[in-house]
């Protein structure tokens, strides 16, 4: 069974902090991994695609991958009360399958 | 602007009558998706259209049924909701499977059903 873990949460950070969300995956063929938000009762909204092991960035968001441990990360700089949410990690295992994380869910304190 | 619409947002149904969702794209994607997804709980996958092609999962009850008429529109089916049916219903497209760069999903705003 491929599968996606995260830990649950809740994250609680201070405005101003960075948040790190972090992710395990079992399937080791994955090639695409991706970070959604998800506000309470919206749907998933794409923020982060990593294909390759290291780091990605975009705005106040990195992205780091290391294949070798199976393991993905986000990280939110200067957090934001706007960041609380469920960031929810997802993993193309090939094919058509998509697998997500049940999420994290981040509180960020003004 | 591309986007991928919902509709209805809020459906309410009784058990057992049948209900349809729908969602369209402006997005020309080749792939559409229907996910449930519960409180708390990930994404899950019930089937998804490559182009015309249909795939079903292995664990996606048979009261589920979809139906693509061409590119830009799914529906979802549900013919006998039960209680246990009551959730966020999400529609994604992506725009090709066969390379990494093109698996991105973009999700509508989803539909919640409620079953009485």
């Keep these: ?110 | 602007d591309a986007m991928v619409i919902q509709n209805p947002r809020y459906q309410v149904t009784q058990f057992g009558k049948p209900v349809t969702l729908s969602c369209s794209q402006t997005l020309n994607h080749n792939v559409m998706y229907w996910y449930q997804q519960k409180s708390s709980q990930a994404p899950k996958l019930l089937f998804h259209y490559y182009d015309k092609d249909f795939n079903n999962e292995a664990d996606t009850p048979d009261n589920f049924q979809s139906r693509r008429p061409n590119t830009s529109f799914c529906f979802l089916d549900i013919r006998s909701p039960g209680l246990g049916d009551a959730a966020m219903y999400l529609c994604a497209t992506s725009r090709d499977l066969r390379l990494a760069v093109y698996n991105e999903q973009f999700f509508g705003p989803g539909t919640r059903l409620t079953v009485l």
């Excluded at chain 1, 909204?45 to 975009?58: A, P, T, V």
Aim: aromatic fraction near 12%.
């Design chain 1, 1 to 110: 069974q491929k599968e996606v873990e995260q830990n649950s949460g809740p994250l609680s950070v201070p405005e101003g902090a960075i948040a790190s969300l972090n992710c395990t995956y079992s399937d080791r063929v994955s090639q695409s991994f991706f970070w959604y938000r998800q506000y309470s009762g919206k749907s998933p909204e794409l923020i982060m695609s990593i294909y390759s092991n290291g780091d990605k960035e975009d705005g106040r968001f990195t992205a780091q991958l290391n294949k070798a441990s199976q393991y993905v990360s986000l990280l939110i700089r200067d957090s934001q009360p706007s960041d609380s949410a469920t960031y929810l990690c997802a993993v193309h295992t090939g094919g058509f399958k998509t697998i997500f994380g049940a999420g994290t869910r981040l509180f960020v304190k003004a």
